[in-house]
């Protein structure tokens, strides 16, 4: 394996050095392969988006002319019954903000052999992903929308869009989940910086994606 | 300089940004062209800001176009810097450049993925039909399939030796699997049995618990005075008789219970259903 040698009575290991050595696992292959995993993520929000704006502007346009032609005021887009408060996607923003760095700690460490901080990298990471979720619970609670509202195009869009962003946030913690069990079953890290780095494109990708939303829904409603 | 994977998709982001913006134009009722006849000054600033400000004709193909561009951007530029992960750069990543990385032998079939489909699946359907069981087990399926798959993918780089990899493999996942699995089995076989015991009423639960108790006696006597039978021929009995008991716990779980058709006939009937009381409260306190 490393070069490391085990006692002949070491039943636990006899088996594993009597084996050839293992074939050394190509790299960048998985850089490759993550760029396009990530690639139909951001296709899938981009079909999202679009829906998202078309049936806003649409809406708007009709609510344009029915008050050009009765009067009144136009309906909102988002339900007025709708708690929509910023103070929640700005704590998310700020939170994935932080995330970038820790996340860059972490393909760090991984690189510097540094099994410890790696570990302790991916552990802030994934309570910041965490973090995430429960703010967008809190906030799903919070707007009060029903899913299934038939006076509101937005709302089975909004949670679309935003459900969508939570399983993208579970995908990536699956991702750091396998980058920390490769730094604790390596016996050395920098082996698998590819497998830190591309859970690092997937996140960064995530971020990305949730600053689009953020400006999407909840700046420009 | 530049790979054949940074030029496919290099070209493709470049369609992608060209099509959105012709898209947009086209797409768009501005009021009219601004400057020499053709220029539309609102369409080119919504265009150029992506709609933040202006008009960017039909938003949901500009959108897409403009995603799609991203999609092919972020391909292309991994493909670039990485040089298209072909041999030859991943070779100079060795302590010999010229000495090519040996290709990694096909690893044994996996099930996993399939598994793994089969679990959101079944997650999916849980979550569409609000039906709670669904989804704990679709979850408990994907985190199972998360664990296993790591494992036999860690196991598969262990050494050049597929046999060697097996073992490997094994002797990390038994230390959790059979314990996992034996609860599992027991509990299982725990709520089948109750399901029966459930079913039926005083006197064919008695019935019941004693055709099981024999059964259990008489393959722990098999296992213990005749144990030339082997570990294999010991393992499917035990299979069967766990078969047998849980396709019967599913069973009377979905017929209708015996004590159903008993209801009004007297003081026996009576004294049979205390006895059912008994026996539910018995065995919801195991």
Known sequence: MSGTTFSPTDLAHAVVTEAPAPFVPRKRTLQIGTAAFTAIWVMYFGGLFGAYVSARNSFKDLQADIVARDGGTAASWIPDSAQVELTAPTIMAWTLLMSIITMQWAVYSFKRNDRRHSLIALATQAMFGAAVINQVVFQWNQ??????????????????????????????????????????????????????????????????????????????? | MFTPGFKLFAGLATIGIIGAFVYGLSSGDAGGPDYFGFVDRNAIIGLVSLGWKGNVGSANGFIVLIFMSISAALIGGTAVAFRDADVESVAELGDSASAMPLAQRPTAPSWWPAASAVGLGVLLIGLVMDTKAFWIIGLVLLATVAVEWALTAWADRSTGDAVTNLAVRDRVGASFEIPLLGVALGGVLALSISRMFLWATGNTAVVIAGVLSLVIIAVALLAAFRPQIGRRALGAIIGVVSVVIIGLGILTAVVEPLHGHHGDHGEEDGEQHSALVVLESTVETA
Not at chain 1, 154 to 168: C, D, E, F, G, N
Not at chain 1, 174 to 189: D, K, Y
């Open chain 1, 143 to 221: 707007l009060g929308l029903v899913i299934d509202d038939p006076g509101s195009g937005a709302t089975p869009l909004i949670y679309a869009i935003t459900a969508s962003h939570v399983a993208m946030i579970a995908v990536a913690l699956c991702l750091l989940a396998f980058a920390a069990f490769r730094a604790l079953a390596s016996s050395n890290t920098s082996d698998h910086v590819d497998v830190a780095a591309s859970a690092a494109t997937f996140w960064y990708a995530m971020v990305g994606l949730y600053f689009v939303i953020w400006i999407l829904i909840f700046i420009t409603k």
